[in-house]
Nanobody, 115 residues
Framework: QAQLVESGGGLVQPGGSLRLSCVAS????????LKWYRQPPGKQRGLVAT???????IYADSVKGRFTISRDNAKNTVYLQMNSLKSEDTAVYYC?????????WGQGTQVTVSS
C-alpha cells in the first residue's frame, strides 16, 4: 500500500523559513519523479517544484531562488526548503510521486505565512 506523509508545516512570519518533508512507503522511491504542489485558500492547486529520479530540480517562477527541492532516496524522503517566505506562499502543500503507470498524493500540510 503506497503512502506519502507530509510534515513540517506551520505558522511562520514573513521572511521566515520552513522545511517540509514527505516520507514515502510502499513504493520503489528512487524511480519516481517527485513534486510539491500547493493550494492557496479559494484557489486551484498548482505545481511548485519537481525533482526527477536523477535529481534534476525544476521550479515555478514564483519560488525560484527562495525554495529548494531535494530528495534522499536512502530515507524515501523528499524535502522542500522554503526561505524568504511571503504571505502569498500561504497554502496547503502536497507531495506527489509519479511514474508513467501510477501516481500518489500525500494528505497535505498547512503553511501559513503571517505576522
Amino acid at each position: 500500500q503506497a503512502q506519502l506523509v507530509e510534515s513540517g508545516g506551520g505558522l511562520v512570519q514573513p521572511g521566515g523559513s520552513l522545511r517540509l518533508s514527505c516520507v514515502a512507503s510502499g513504493i520503489n522511491f528512487g524511480i519516481y519523479t517527485l513534486k510539491w504542489y500547493r493550494q492557496p485558500p479559494g484557489k486551484q492547486r498548482g505545481l511548485v517544484a519537481t525533482i526527477t529520479s536523477v535529481g534534476t530540480p525544476i521550479y515555478a517562477d514564483s519560488v525560484k531562488g527562495r525554495f529548494t527541492i531535494s530528495r534522499d532516496n536512502a530515507k524515501n524522503t523528499v524535502y522542500l526548503q522554503m526561505n524568504s517566505l511571503k504571505s502569498e506562499d500561504t497554502a496547503v502543500y502536497y507531495c506527489y510521486a509519479s511514474r508513467p503507470t501510477e501516481a500518489y498524493w500525500g494528505q497535505g500540510t498547512q503553511v501559513t505565512v503571517s505576522s
